[in-house]
C-alpha cells in the first residue's frame, strides 16, 4: 500500500470490491473494534474510518474469503515476500513496539482491554488481537535483563495470506501499534 498515492489506491480498491459484489448493495464486516458497513452504491463507510483502514476493509472484504484459522502462527517471513518486506517490517512494528512498551509493558494489557483481545501465552507479556473477523495477530514482548536487551515480535494467524496482501499485514499490525499512543 503506497501512501504517494493512496487516494488512488483507494479507488482501485474500492472499484475492485464493486466488482467483485457486482450485485450486493452493501457488505460489512469488522475491523478492530468498529462494525463496519460499506455502502457500495455511494462508496459510504459507516463509521466514517481513515483511508487507509478503508483499503485495509475493501482488500479484506475483496479476499471473499472464507479461510478459517487452524490454530498455527506465522511469523513475518513466512508470510508470501515477508522475508523481502521483513526490515520495513521491523521498522513500522517492532521498532515502534518496543519504544512505546519499553518503559511500561503494562501498555500491551490496556491495548488487549481497550481492542477487546485476550491474553497470549507466548514471552514475558502477549496478547492476541482480532482485527479482523477469522483473523488474529499476537503482540509478544520480552523483558530484557542483564545479558539480553527487551525484544517483541509478532506473528499472524496462518490464514493471514488468503485474506491480506503482506503489505497490508505490516499496515494492520502498526495501526494497533499507534493505538498504544493514546493509552
Not at 460499506?38 to 478503508?54: C, H, M, R, W, Y
Not at 494467524?157 to 488468503?162: A, H, Q, R
Request: proline share 6%; glycine share 4%; net charge negative.
Amino acid at each position: 500500500m503506497s501512501y504517494a498515492n493512496i487516494d488512488q489506491t483507494f479507488t482501485l480498491a474500492f472499484e475492485n470490491l464493486k466488482a467483485a459484489f457486482h450485485n450486493a448493495k452493501k457488505l460489512e464486516t469488522r475491523l478492530w473494534d468498529k462494525n463496519i458497513t460499506v455502502d457500495l452504491a455511494n462508496g459510504n463507510f459507516q463509521p466514517e474510518i481513515d483511508t487507509v483502514s478503508k483499503i485495509l476493509v475493501c482488500h479484506y472484504l475483496g479476499s471473499k474469503s472464507s479461510m478459517p484459522w487452524d490454530g498455527q502462527w506465522l511469523s513475518f517471513k513466512e508470510l508470501p515476500d515477508g522475508e523481502i518486506y521483513n526490515i520495513p517490517f521491523q521498522k513500522r512494528t517492532i521498532f515502534p513496539l518496543l519504544k512505546l512498551i519499553n518503559d511500561e509493558p503494562s501498555k500491551l494489557i490496556k491495548l488487549k482491554e481497550k481492542l477487546n483481545g485476550e491474553e497470549g501465552t507466548f514471552g514475558d507479556i502477549s496478547i492476541i488481537l482480532n482485527p479482523f473477523p477469522e483473523l488474529y495477530l499476537a503482540y509478544i514482548y520480552w523483558q530484557g535483563d542483564e545479558e539480553f536487551p527487551a525484544n517483541a515480535n509478532i506473528l499472524f494467524s496462518s490464514n493471514f495470506p488468503y485474506y491480506l496482501p503482506t503489505e497490508d499485514c505490516v499496515v494492520l499490525a502498526s495501526s494497533a501499534i499507534w493505538q498504544l499512543k493514546s493509552i
